[in-house]
């Protein structure tokens, strides 16, 4: 199984990122998908999380509100738009695939991560 993120890169408080995630190896249509964030000295958080079918998603609060996840089960492949960033959205940007059964904000209960993509926003 991989996950491949891209998208991330250095932008200016109150601009936009695309995030994407390619995905290979699993049955893609049969995971539940989800975006998390680590930050420098911190722990690595929930951020948005995607259902099957893309009908039912989840967020933190945090980013509810500027961040749209979606999915393209065609493709493989999910994304994290990012509006009205923050530098406190700053950190390094997983995706990942749960095969459990709801969208879990716990990062122990995903099977399968991606490498990460670096976000920086500038103040």
């Known amino acids: 199984v991989q996950l491949q993120a891209s998208g991330g890169g250095l932008v200016q408080a109150g601009g936009s990122l695309r995030l994407s995630c390619a995905a290979s190896?699993?049955?893609?249509?049969?995971?539940?998908m989800g975006w998390f964030r680590q930050a420098p000295g911190k722990e690595r958080e929930f951020v948005a999380g995607?259902?099957?079918?893309?009908?039912?998603?989840r967020y933190a609060r945090s980013v509810r509100g500027r961040f749209t996840i979606s999915r393209n089960n065609a493709k493989n492949t999910v994304s994290l738009r990012m509006n009205r960033l923050e530098p406190e959205d700053t950190a390094v940007y997983y995706c990942?695939?749960?095969?459990?059964?709801?969208?879990?904000?716990?990062?122990?209960?995903?099977?399968?991560w991606g490498q990460g993509t670096q976000v920086t926003v500038s103040s």
């Open positions: 990942a695939a749960r095969g459990g059964p709801d969208l879990s904000t716990r990062d122990a209960d995903y099977d399968y």
């Open positions: 190896g699993l049955t893609f249509s049969s995971y539940r």
């Open positions: 995607i259902s099957y079918s893309g009908g039912t998603t």
